[in-house]
């Protein structure tokens, strides 16, 4: 097979895969590594790598604490990447910017805080049926503690949301809309502007689940107007372990604090506490101070390429990879239409033979590393009346000739099948 070239990609991919020494792995047999599994977590260049290897070399200590000289070193790098996360974002304020383990802790912290202060019998919380299981356990955890109800949005056919449906579910009753701006397996880019809006009509708050889209396309908290963003380092290149919850200022100020411990309080008496301001007041004990670091150098390394061009990679990727796949006749894919969808190609084989378990594993003897399974949506297959799916997704590092390989792999995948029935 020979690569289609693309005229108008706006990244030098051999430039940038030169940063990242994992990426020049080859496997068996001196196989190449062919990774297209950045939904699940992307890979580090060096400089992220650097930066944090910098840290522990040359300038770590507790931040916050120490009046000590190594201590204003790390406690600057940890407070700089704050601000690197508020400049992306585009938030008011680094008060606003709260570090976490990632997008789960952030979701947990805020169906902590907020919903158990503001939600009992009657309220409802309003999600959808395309949501990751860290948008949807703790909200069924907060209903349970607080009487309060889950409400799903359906999905159509073509992996869309339902917002007929959405229209009818918000109501008076729904006091939070929990939505991820981009499926982590139909790649749908849900409308967030328009979801935002109605929910503020109708007097609903609204957590975006950012962990697909925010290391993919630029997002402006001030100018969406939602009122909780959530995303993780480990999917926009920086490290695991660390995490944002972005929130509007007032809420999280009217917030009680979730975990408790050092570094959150003013004042500590044996009968009682004060909380200390914000961002403090959610950042328990020791921090992710390297992770968040890391995260930083990320952030930097992401603004010099420009969120616009990795966009437009990826979706030269994603419709370039529907039309080869498509080629084998023999796929089911599910959510929009590619030139409609984020760089996430989720799929199966007609009839379900071979399983989606069974196309990993054996795209793997072919160094192609794609993910299999409900991908912690499970609700979601439900819908689509499958267990498992094959899910291949990309990053700014990947090229047509990667997705040429697993469209080749995936055709001796289906050989090997075929010879065994
Ligand atoms: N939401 C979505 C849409 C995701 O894709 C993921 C990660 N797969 C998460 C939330 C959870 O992210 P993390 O595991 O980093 O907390």
Not at 240 to 255: F, H, I, N, T
Request: include cysteine; proline fraction near 5%.
């Amino acid at each position: 097979m020979t690569t289609d070239a693309c005229r108008t990609c706006p990244l030098d991919t051999d430039k940038i895969r030169a940063d990242f020494p994992i990426l020049a792995k080859t496997l068996h047999d001196g196989v190449p590594l062919t990774y297209l599994d950045n939904a699940a977590t992307t890979q580090r260049p060096r400089q992220v790598i650097q930066a944090m290897v910098e840290t522990y070399e040359h300038h770590y200590a507790n931040v916050h604490r120490g009046i000590h000289w190594l201590s204003d070193q790390s406690t600057d790098l940890y407070e700089d990447a704050r601000e690197k996360v508020r400049t992306f974002i585009n938030a008011s304020a680094r008060e606003e910017v709260i570090f976490t383990t990632g997008t789960t802790g952030a979701i947990n912290l805020v169906a902590r805080s907020w919903g158990d202060a503001n939600l009992g019998p009657g309220d409802e919380i309003l999600l959808t049926e395309m949501e990751h299981h860290s948008n949807l356990v703790p909200w069924h955890q907060l209903a349970e503690r607080t009487g309060a109800k889950v409400v799903a949005v359906p999905v159509t056919d073509d992996g869309k949301l339902d917002l007929e449906s959405f229209d009818r579910l918000l109501t008076e009753r729904t006091r939070m809309v929990a939505v991820t701006a981009v499926s982590n397996v139909l790649g749908t880019i849900n409308p967030i502007e328009q979801i935002v809006a109605k929910a503020h009509v109708a007097g609903a708050l609204v957590l975006i689940d950012g962990a697909q889209s925010v290391p993919h396309r630029a997002i402006d908290v001030e100018a969406l107007g939602a009122d909780f963003l959530a995303f993780s380092g480990h999917k926009m290149m920086g490290p695991s372990g660390v995490g944002v919850l972005w929130g509007k200022r007032e809420l999280l100020e009217a917030m009680p604090p979730f975990l408790g411990g050092g570094s959150m309080i003013r004042r500590v008496r044996l009968d009682g506490f004060e909380p200390a301001d914000l961002p403090a007041k959610f950042e328990a004990g020791t921090p992710p101070i390297v992770p968040a670091i890391g995260l930083g150098a990320a952030i930097d390394y992401l603004g010099a390429i420009g969120l616009g061009a990795v966009a437009q990679h990826e979706h030269d990727l994603t419709v370039y990879a529907h039309r080869v796949l498509g080629e084998l006749g023999t796929l089911r894919f599910f959510g929009p239409p590619p030139e409609e969808k984020s760089g996430i190609v989720s799929f199966v084989f007609e009839n379900n033979r071979p399983h989606a378990h069974d196309i990993a594993q054996l795209l793997d003897r072919h160094g192609v590393a794609v993910r299999a399974g409900h991908h912690c949506a499970m609700p979601l297959h439900k819908r689509f009346n499958v267990n498992a799916t094959a899910r291949a997704s990309f990053y700014l590092y990947n090229t047509r000739e990667e997705v040429d390989r697993l469209a080749e792999a995936l055709t001796q995948v289906q050989q090997v099948f075929r010879r065994r029935r």
